[in-house]
T-cell receptor, first 114, second 114 residues
Framework: SQTIHQWPATLVQPVGSPLSLECTVE??????LYWYRQAAGRGLQLLFYSVGIGQISSEVPQNLSASRPQDRQFILSSKKLLLSDSGFYLC?????????????FGQGTRLTVV | AQTVTQSQPEMSVQEAETVTLSCTYDTSENNYYLFWYKQPPSRQMILVIRQEAYKQQNATENRFSVNFQKAAKSFSLKISDSQLGDTAMYFCAFMGYNTDKLIFGTGTRLQVFP
């Protein structure tokens, strides 16, 4: 069966420090991968999505970047965190092809920038 | 660009009663998928129900059903016989048939009272 791992679960980082959140998927190949941020009153905001290794689509110009160095690995990064980067970050995967419509989510990372 | 709008930030319902959550969307595509996801206090995202736009019949899953109005671009969720375990944040989501973007609304927080 497929599983998705996202870590860390919680993170407190000072302003100006770097960030690296990692997400890995097991039990499937060539998944679509997504990073979302959930902030109060703003729902789930799509940040990045990827349909393959090295293929990243950015939805929101911001202080963050994403990379997909391996087929089932998706990394969210920042060189210098801002206070506004605080939030709950969710990684998700979805199978490719017709019929694979359901997205499966990780447990999330609560990031607090202080 | 596609957008998803949920105009009800919060809703409440008494146990065993029926509640309807609203969702509207905007797209120029003719074929697409619509979803309702549930996020309980554990923050784990769970798919509640999905609808394919080319199917005229409204989707149902046990106590959950949708009212899909394609011309009006409306996709509401009806929860019958509400249970305490239905207390959660509910997100409406859209995905184009030929795209990989999964877009969410801002969510509706539902509280079920005993």
């Amino acid at each position: 069966s497929q599983t998705i791992h996202q870590w860390p679960a919680t993170l407190v980082q000072p302003v100006g420090s770097p960030l690296s959140l990692e997400c890995t998927v097991e039990g499937t190949s060539n998944p679509n991968l997504y990073w979302y941020r959930q902030a109060a009153g703003r729902g789930l905001q799509l940040l990045f999505y990827s349909v393959g290794i090295g293929q990243i689509s950015s939805e929101v110009p911001q202080n963050l970047s994403a990379s997909r160095p391996q087929d089932r690995q998706f990394i969210l990064s920042s060189k210098k965190l801002l206070l506004s980067d605080s939030g709950f970050y969710l990684c998700a995967w979805r199978g490719q092809g017709e019929g694979h419509t359901e997205a499966f989510f990780g447990q999330g990372t609560r990031l607090t920038v202080v | 660009a596609q957008t998803v709008t949920q105009s009800q930030p919060e809703m409440s319902v008494q146990e065993a009663e029926t509640v309807t959550l609203s969702c509207t969307y905007d797209t120029s595509e003719n074929n697409y998928y619509l979803f309702w996801y549930k996020q309980p206090p554990s923050r784990q995202m769970i798919l509640v129900i999905r609808q394919e736009a080319y199917k005229q019949q409204n989707a149902t899953e046990n106590r959950f059903s949708v009212n899909f109005q394609k011309a009006a671009k409306s996709f509401s969720l009806k929860i019958s016989d509400s249970q305490l375990g239905d207390t959660a944040m509910y997100f409406c989501a859209f995905m184009g048939y030929n795209t990989d973007k999964l877009i969410f609304g801002t969510g509706t927080r539902l509280q079920v009272f005993p």
